[in-house]
């Protein structure tokens, strides 16, 4: 193997594309990072747009190969389950775990950035260029054009990657090229951020636990953070009689959330302000095909493959994709034409799997958590997994808690749901005939 590498270009500076440069730099790659927006460290975050993360087992796994995990972790608020709010009574607690001590975390999408950040540019051989926005890729020849506050510029690389997120431009222009097809498909929802602020200096809700208010076809999440508040999400439909097009004025907005998440107004002074002034955001998923051009121009996590954020998986699957392109890099001798391809045969069916559970988990959080029916299945998958440990394992628990492939984890799943159903028909059959039995003694 060479120990003199050329130049690979990473297109987007946020989570992935940090922790890749992390991972092309370790292997001795010279990298250019180019980022269309200033440098966040500098910066302002822009309002509402914050959206915190569940870092959970895979995500932390690739932070441990380069040594991050344990400062990222330090200002960590493990969740070990959810809390349910109903519009009326009391809340309940629906443990992730059997044993009740696992948990995914809740973290700073900002602070995480920053701290990705910060240890690419201390490796050798990264660089950033921010302000840099990509309109132009010539996917066979590798140069790349950029618009900045000083007019346009060129670059050119061997290789060029991009993990710039669900808006990609490097798939705008690999799309444009001719090289590649992609769908995307919207929900007709959004979603919307509130603030819950610290109360006396403390947490005005449970902080080891991710709030639902859930409300048929509606429902708000809240995730601690390490300054005692809480970043709530309205995930809302987008139109119709009870959406974000529906509320305007002060006066209705404060009347909504009054008769629908009454517990939440006295914890949300800025309610009203925040309603008003944030943005909605778009929810959607995106799938294309084929995640690489030439050997030399690839596509991961959101860029490839965005899902909705209702499993919190975004993150950690990108995360995990770093992991593999890692490995394939190590089988194909770093040879890209061989591992680009290879990654994407990798990683494009656990893609899929991931995102159809995501879309599931928002119908199951958003309709199905208050449902006696529902609470009643988890306590019997509990069950299942005390009275059988390592061979029943709920999916939850293989998502998050596992680094155990999306697209097996699908397949286990149906297996385990398929034997405890012909286990359930069985035991049905046997009391029937039981019964049937017993009345014709009686005769």
Same mark, same amino acid.
């Given at each position: 193997m060479s120990t003199e590498r050329d130049e690979v270009a990473v297109v987007g500076a946020g989570l992935a594309g940090c922790l890749l440069a992390c991972f092309l730099a370790r292997r001795g790659y010279p990298v250019a990072l180019y980022e269309r927006r200033p440098d966040p460290r500098t910066g302002t975050v822009e309002r509402g747009r914050s959206i915190n993360l569940a870092l959970s087992e895979?995500?932390? %796994?690739?932070?441990?190969?380069?040594? +991050? %995990?344990?400062?990222?972790? @330090? %200002?960590?608020?493990?969740?070990?389950?959810?809390?349910?709010?109903?519009?009326?009574?009391?809340?309940?607690?629906?443990?992730?775990?059997?044993?009740?001590?696992? @948990?995914?975390?809740?973290?700073?999408?900002?602070?995480?950035?920053?701290?990705?950040? $910060?240890?690419? #540019?201390?490796?050798?051989?990264?660089?950033?260029?921010? $302000?840099?926005?990509?309109?132009?890729? $010539?996917?066979?020849?590798?140069?790349?054009?950029f618009e900045t506050p000083q007019g346009k510029v060129t670059a050119t690389a061997s290789v060029v990657l991009g993990a710039d997120g669900a808006g990609s431009a490097v798939r705008g222009q690999l799309l444009a090229y001719g090289g590649l097809t992609e769908s995307l498909d919207f929900l007709d929802y959004g979603y919307k951020e509130l603030t819950i602020p610290p109360i006396g200096g403390e947490f005005a809700l449970d902080?080891? &636990?991710?709030?639902?208010?859930? =409300?048929?076809?509606?429902?708000?999440?809240?995730?601690?953070?390490? %300054?005692?508040?809480? *970043?709530? *999400? +309205?995930?809302?439909?987008?139109?119709? #009689?009870?959406?974000?097009?529906?509320?305007?004025?002060? @006066?209705?907005?404060?009347r909504f959330f009054a008769d629908h998440y009454p517990d939440l107004v006295p914890l949300a002074p800025n309610l009203v302000d925040d309603y008003q002034h944030n943005p909605v955001g778009v929810l959607g998923t995106v799938r294309c095909t084929p995640w690489q051009v030439a050997g030399r121009v690839g596509l991961l996590g959101d860029a490839a493959h965005a899902i909705v954020p209702f499993y919190g998986q975004g993150a950690n699957c990108a995360f995990e994709d770093v992991v593999e392109l890692d490995r394939c890099l190590d089988e194909c001798d770093d040879e890209w034409a061989a591992a680009l391809p290879l990654f994407q045969h990798r990683r494009q069916d656990d893609a899929e799997a991931i995102a159809r559970m995501a879309l599931a988990n928002f119908v199951e959080m958003r309709d199905k958590v208050t449902s006696p029916v529902f609470r009643t299945r988890k306590k019997v998958e509990h069950a299942l997994e005390r009275a059988l440990p390592g061979r029943y394992v709920s999916q939850y628990e293989l998502v998050s808690f596992s680094t155990t492939p999306y697209a097996r984890v699908r397949?286990?799943?149906?297996?385990?749901?398929?034997?405890?159903?012909?286990?359930?028909?069985?035991?049905?059959?046997?009391?029937? &005939?039981?019964?049937?039995?017993? +009345?014709? =003694? =009686?005769?």
């Open positions: 895979r995500g932390l %796994d690739a932070l441990r190969r380069i040594g +991050l %995990d344990e400062q990222v972790m @330090a %200002d960590a608020l493990p969740m070990r389950g959810r809390m349910i709010h109903p519009v009326e009574g009391e809340s309940q607690f629906q443990s992730y775990s059997v044993s009740g001590d696992r @948990a995914i975390n809740s973290i700073s999408r900002g602070a995480l950035n920053n701290a990705l950040l $910060d240890a690419a #540019t201390a490796l050798p051989g990264v660089r950033v260029a921010f $302000d840099h926005r990509l309109v132009g890729l $010539d996917p066979v020849g590798g140069e790349m054009t902080p080891g &636990a991710l709030h639902i208010w859930p =409300r048929g076809t509606s429902m708000m999440i809240a995730l601690p953070n390490p %300054d005692r508040s809480f *970043t709530c *999400t +309205l995930f809302w439909p987008t139109h119709g #009689t009870r959406s974000f097009a529906s509320l305007s004025s002060p @006066a209705a907005i404060e397949r286990r799943v149906r297996r385990q749901y398929a034997v405890v159903g012909a286990v359930a028909a069985g035991a049905a059959a046997l009391l029937a &005939a039981g019964v049937g039995a017993a +009345l014709g =003694r =009686r005769r």
